[in-house]
Every structure is written in structure tokens, then in C-alpha cells.
């Protein structure tokens, strides 16, 4: 499968604790962005990179929150101090950079903070 | 900002059902526009897209016109199948991000 992966699929914490998560984009693709989605919503926008450069960051991510790309492949985004309110679905997709409105979303990462 | 309304569900169908979901959005020029659809336990996947005025996307069967008079995007289908029961998601493109609706959950019955 040539698809988008991610790492974990689901993962449960305790409040407080730091949490990372893995994105592994198709391997052509030169964009990857991230995305939160929560309950009955749909995805909003968190981050994306171009190569390993972070070209964007939403003021949804709050300090707390950080994102890597360092070979311009996989990507990982980091929680620290994990709040209640960070239970979300974390989204990561990607494209190609001249064709950026046709993303390729993998499954997910379901979060709960307890 | 730019933004992206689509009908509250769920929307209970039955099989064979003409099948329309309505996406209206607000945004500067024109954007591209998208409807996703994520299946129970997968990924979201890109169902069509329209990427100027009066394009018409489609795909499985489901269409949607791109309505710049209306700033519209509905979505629809003439006979909905059991295993199109899903989240559909309208969304447009802005600045190389997708914005989205809050989805709508469509349930086909046998």
C-alpha cells in the first residue's frame, strides 16, 4: 500500500504526559500538512511543510504543540502536557506542491487524554 | 474568513433514493471546491472536485456544480446504494489549506 500511514492509530494518555505522533506521506509527495479533527467537526487546519521546511502554522497550535519533517519524509507532531481538550483525531495528509488542493489523507491518530 | 456550510444530519435514505446534500460557502475570489467522504473506520478520500464557475465534478456517480451566482456546491446522486453510507465532507481551497464543512452523515437503508 503506497498510501499515507500513521502512527498510532489510537492512543490514550493521561493528562500531562507528552504524546508524538507519525506521519509517513507518499513517498513522491513534497507537501504534508496536518490536520485536528474533533468530534462532529470537520478538519481544521494545523501545519504543512514543504520538504522539511515548516511553511505554516495555525494559531490553533498552541505552544504545547510541535511539528518535524527533518529529511523532508515522515513527519512527527508532538503534544506536550497533554490537556483534555487535545482528545481529538490528528489528520495527516499530503501533496504534490503544484497540486496542493488534492491532499491524500491517511487514517488517523484518535487521541484521548484522560 | 473563508468558511464552508453544509446540511446538519444525519440523512436517512432509503436504497435507490435521490440523494442531495446541501454545501454553500463564503470566500474571497474563487476558490477551488471539494467533497470528501471518510467511510466508517477509513481515511478521508477526495470524492470530486470543481476548480472554477459552472465546473461540474463528479465521480461514482455523485455530481456537484459549481455555482458562483448561489455560492453553491450541493452535492448529488440519483439512486444511493447501501455502501454509500458515509460522512460527506464539502470544502474549498484556500491558500494551499482545505477548509471544511462539519460533515454530513448519510445512512442508507436496505
Known amino acids: 500500500d503506497t498510501g499515507v500511514s500513521q502512527d498510532p492509530r489510537h492512543k490514550i494518555t493521561k493528562r500531562g504526559q507528552n504524546v508524538t505522533f507519525r506521519c509517513d506521506p507518499i513517498?513522491?509527495?513534497?507537501?504534508l500538512y496536518w490536520y485536528r479533527q474533533t468530534l462532529g467537526q470537520g478538519p481544521e487546519f494545523l501545519t504543512y511543510f514543504q520538504n522539511e521546511a515548516q511553511l505554516e502554522k495555525s494559531r490553533l497550535l498552541s505552544d504545547r504543540f510541535s511539528a518535524e519533517r527533518p529529511k523532508g519524509s515522515f513527519s512527527t507532531l508532538e503534544i506536550q502536557r497533554t490537556e483534555q481538550g487535545d482528545s481529538a483525531m490528528y489528520l495527516c495528509a499530503s501533496s504534490f506542491a503544484g497540486r496542493a488542493y488534492e491532499q491524500y489523507f491517511g487514517p488517523g491518530t484518535r487521541l484521548t487524554v484522560t | 474568513g473563508d468558511s464552508v456550510t453544509q446540511m446538519e444530519g444525519p440523512v436517512t435514505l432509503s436504497e435507490e433514493a435521490f440523494l442531495t446534500i446541501n454545501c454553500t460557502y463564503t470566500?474571497?475570489?474563487?476558490?477551488?471546491l471539494f467533497w470528501y467522504v471518510q467511510y466508517p473506520g477509513e481515511g478521508l478520500q477526495l470524492l470530486l472536485k470543481?476548480?472554477?464557475?459552472?465546473d461540474k465534478g463528479s465521480n461514482k456517480g455523485f455530481e456537484a456544480t459549481y455555482r458562483k451566482e448561489t455560492t453553491s456546491f450541493h452535492l448529488e446522486k440519483g439512486s444511493v446504494q447501501v455502501s454509500d453510507s458515509a460522512v460527506y465532507f464539502c470544502?474549498?481551497?484556500?491558500?494551499?489549506?482545505?477548509?471544511f464543512g462539519k460533515g454530513t452523515r448519510l445512512h442508507i437503508l436496505p
Open positions: 470543481a476548480t472554477k464557475a459552472d
Open positions: 513517498s513522491e509527495h513534497n507537501r
Open positions: 470544502a474549498l481551497n484556500r491558500d494551499d489549506k482545505i477548509i
Open positions: 470566500a474571497t475570489g474563487y476558490p477551488s
